[in-house]
């Protein structure tokens, strides 16, 4: 029986995808209006190579962009302070946040009737991520009062792959390994490292950056997989009578 859902953030609960693409495009377009002299194209295929080279929680993505703008054309920032450039990016790339972010449509349907039909069961969320980022996110979501606990890697000091952060989170809701349930958009981050020390897995396919195909799936072999949380109901009652 399970006792435990362990859900991802990022792209499992709401698209970062999508929504990190579109504010990052818009903070480059208001430091081009603030004067950065260089074209749109070349600008965001540069932000882009910083984000996947330093991750997309990175807090200093802008300030990386300019400094390699500068070294490459030196022209590109003239006299204006790259403080001021850096400051009018975060005020666009936070306004399309503010503006825009929201869980896929499964979601909040899918935690009122898990609350209300399996009361027993817990809920929590376990991320990657800074701290005060993935707070914010679930915040702006409106989606906390939904869950147990929210186990953030770096508060930890472990990060996934890791399956050690797998087993903090279960120890931590005083639960079992195989009395628990993780719902991941990745294989390589959620599926494997869960399934390694016998935790049931489900594979979420958001159709963004880290979904996979067919052939990797078959290889990292998840228990379940899905379109919307709307099918975990059944997989929770396949797996009542398992231990």
Known sequence: ?????????????????????????????EMIKYGLKVDFKT????LR?????????HPGHFNIVLTRLKSLYPESLGNIP???????????????????????PDVVPFLIKVRKNYPQIKIAILTD??????????????????????????????RKPNPRLFS?????????????????DRIDNDIIPARSINIHTVLIHRETKYDVDKDQVRDSQPEFEIRSLSELFPILENLKGKK
Not at 133 to 157: A, M
């Open 1 to 29: 029986m399970i006792k435990l859902i362990l859900f991802d953030l990022d792209d499992c609960l709401f698209d970062i995808t999508e929504l990190g693409s579109y504010a990052r495009a818009e903070a480059l377009n």
């Open 43 to 46: 600008g965001l295929a540069m």
């Open 49 to 57: 190579e910083v984000v996947s080279e330093y991750g997309s929680n």
């Open 82 to 104: 790259e403080e001021k450039l850096v400051a009018a990016a975060v005020i666009a790339y936070h306004r399309v946040k503010v503006r825009n972010i929201k869980t896929f």
């Open 129 to 158: 991520g800074i701290p005060v980022k993935q707070f914010e996110k679930i915040l702006r979501l409106r989606i906390d009062s939904y869950f147990d606990d929210i186990i953030i890697s770096d508060d930890i000091g472990i």
């Open 168 to 184: 903090y989170a279960v120890d931590k809701m005083k639960v079992g390994l195989e009395e628990t349930l993780m719902v991941g």
